[in-house]
């Protein structure tokens, strides 16, 4: 069985789960306490050398990237298929993914926050509005570019494609981190569609079972 190492608010971690539970396949959940850093241990570096979640492991295959995890599982487990079949869309898909993944989420990823905290003089209230001005960087322009041809139920398309997979888990960011959505109405509404859908609901960071709280 594939064995998943993540934690419940990771944001990548959720992209993964959301992957597994819309292609039903069963895994085994292993908890990975950022927050303790047992991340950082000898233990877990063994397992996973860059020291972060999700780390994936099917077999001999090992993985340490989301959107790799995706590949190996869309190639394996093609349907239900995690893109769009056009190919402009298909590339679109990529466009946004990669603009939540690449450019958003190390933003507002726990080790870049710990520098700040440690290595700067940025206080708390700082921390955060940095962090907030990243998170408008990105999500304003996808608001504009989603909202602007959006006739279908999901961003690009009438199924749940990457898209969706990677914006859902840095909404959940935002809205933990007291993010503005307001401005975002396109995007919120894609958030509520998707949450209605059981993989979704089965991936929720307080549905899994190390949860904590937010
Ligand atoms: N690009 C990676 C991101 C992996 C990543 O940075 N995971 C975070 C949790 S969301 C992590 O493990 N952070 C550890 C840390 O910040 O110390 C992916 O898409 O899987």
């Known amino acids: 069985m594939i064995q998943l190492y993540n934690y419940y608010r990771s944001s990548a971690s959720y992209r993964v789960r959301i992957a597994l539970h819309l292609k039903q396949i069963p895994f085994e959940y292993h908890a990975i306490n950022l927050r303790?850093?047992?991340h950082k241990t000898d233990t877990f570096k063994?397992?996973?050398?860059?020291q972060t979640v999700p780390?994936?492991?099917?077999g001999d295959i090992k993985l340490s990237q989301s959107l790799a995890i995706f590949d190996y599982l869309e190639n394996l487990h093609p349907e239900p298929t995690l893109y769009p079949k056009d190919p402009v869309l298909r590339a679109k898909a990529l466009e946004i993914?990669?603009?939540?993944?690449c450019d958003l989420h190390p933003l507002n990823n726990l080790k870049v926050l710990t520098y700040l905290r440690e290595k700067t003089n940025f206080n708390d209230e700082q921390i955060m509005s940095w962090m907030h001005h990243w998170f408008h960087q990105i999500l304003a322009p996808l608001?504009?570019?989603i909202s602007k041809n959006k006739q279908t139920r999901?961003?690009?398309?009438n199924s749940v494609t990457i898209v969706e997979l990677c914006?859902?888990?840095q909404l959940y960011n935002a809205h933990r981190f007291g993010v503005d959505l307001s401005k975002y109405p396109t995007l919120?509404?894609?958030e509520s569609t998707c949450l209605e859908l059981d993989s979704f609901q089965k991936a929720l960071p307080e549905n899994q079972i190390d949860y904590e709280g937010n």
């Open 36 to 38: 303790d850093g047992a």
């Open 46 to 50: 063994k397992i996973n050398t860059f």
């Open 55 to 58: 780390y994936f492991i099917d």
């Open 97 to 101: 993914t990669l603009s939540l993944v």
């Open 143 to 145: 608001e504009e570019m």
């Open 154 to 157: 999901y961003a690009l398309t």
């Open 167 to 169: 914006l859902i888990p």
């Open 188 to 190: 919120k509404t894609i």
